[in-house]
């Protein structure tokens, strides 16, 4: 009889307990969700939109008053009235198959690189195609020097750059399929062109399609290039 009353008030006195943790428990988790679910998403939206209001909304770019594209998400370009940007690895959901994955190239929703390594059989291979092809579309010497970031993806396979000298391996072709000269085209490519950052981080760069805009400006596509 003794041990069961001993059991019989351990487990009475257990219940006042777990009852005097329940309200600071409850106040505890309604407080961090009003703090870091609420109060701080609507604080840095709002410093973000104060302060950065273009980045904020995402470095959206506009053209006759259309939302045309973002600064920061590379698009993909392939007529040849138009610079190219880098290749992109991104897929996504196969419209005839849900169940099977496509190649989907700047798709924004499903951000990523091949993590091929850099003896791994298929970037080889996929560089050497890329690369041929290239020479072909910009009419270069079979052996001649190919830009490193007009064959391989960036890491995020949205990049929306390309460097200076992808670029103006681009310009004859571009020039061409515009009717324009290529001097007028390369003094668009140097108008479009940002310098390192902070004058010392990385290398020249050239949006892809802020300099596409440029020139739809300069000179609009040709009906056949279409």
Same mark, same amino acid.
């Given at each position: 009889?003794?041990?069961?009353?001993?059991?019989?008030?351990?487990? =009475?006195?257990?219940?006042?307990?777990?009852?005097? /943790?329940?309200?600071?428990?409850?106040?505890?988790?309604?407080?961090?969700?009003?703090?870091?679910?609420?109060?701080?998403?609507?604080?840095?939206?709002?410093?973000?939109?104060?302060?950065? &209001?273009?980045?904020?909304?995402?470095?959206?770019? %506009?053209?006759?008053?259309?939302?045309? +594209?973002?600064?920061?998400?590379?698009?993909?370009? %392939?007529?040849?009235?138009?610079?190219?940007?880098? #290749?992109?690895?991104?897929?996504?959901?196969?419209?005839?198959? &849900?169940?099977?994955?496509?190649?989907?190239?700047?798709?924004?929703?499903?951000?990523?690189?091949?993590?091929?390594?850099?003896?791994?059989?298929?970037?080889?291979?996929?560089? %050497?195609?890329?690369?041929?092809?290239?020479?072909?579309?910009?009419?270069?010497?079979?052996?001649? #020097?190919?830009?490193?970031?007009?064959? %391989?993806?960036? +890491?995020? +396979?949205?990049?929306?750059?390309?460097?200076?000298?992808?670029?103006?391996?681009?310009?004859?072709?571009?020039?061409?399929?515009?009717?324009?000269? &290529?001097?007028?085209?390369?003094?668009?490519?140097?108008?479009?062109?940002?310098?390192?950052?902070?004058?010392?981080?990385?290398?020249?760069?050239?949006?892809? /399609?802020?300099?596409?805009?440029?020139?739809?400006?300069? =000179?609009?596509?040709? &009906?056949?290039?279409?």
């Amino acid at each position: 009889m003794r041990e069961i009353s001993k059991t019989t008030n351990t487990h =009475a006195s257990a219940g006042p307990l777990l009852g005097g /943790l329940t309200r600071p428990v409850l106040v505890s988790a309604v407080f961090f969700m009003a703090v870091t679910g609420i109060a701080y998403p609507l604080a840095t939206t709002g410093v973000a939109t104060l302060f950065f &209001p273009a980045q904020s909304r995402g470095s959206i770019v %506009t053209a006759d008053g259309k939302d045309v +594209g973002s600064r920061v998400i590379g698009q993909y370009f %392939t007529r040849p009235d138009y610079f190219h940007g880098r #290749p992109s690895t991104t897929s996504g959901t196969d419209p005839n198959d &849900p169940s099977k994955t496509v190649d989907q190239p700047y798709n924004a929703a499903a951000s990523g690189a091949s993590n091929q390594g850099a003896i791994s059989k298929k970037l080889i291979e996929a560089v %050497t195609e890329r690369t041929a092809a290239y020479r072909e579309e910009n009419g270069l010497a079979a052996n001649a #020097p190919v830009p490193i970031d007009a064959v %391989t993806a960036s +890491g995020s +396979g949205l990049d929306p750059h390309i460097s200076l000298a992808n670029a103006r391996l681009q310009v004859a072709r571009v020039a061409k399929a515009r009717g324009l000269s &290529p001097d007028k085209v390369m003094e668009l490519v140097d108008q479009n062109t940002s310098g390192r950052q902070l004058g010392v981080l990385g290398d020249p760069r050239i949006n892809v /399609l802020e300099l596409n805009l440029a020139l739809d400006a300069a =000179a609009p596509a040709r &009906p056949a290039a279409q």
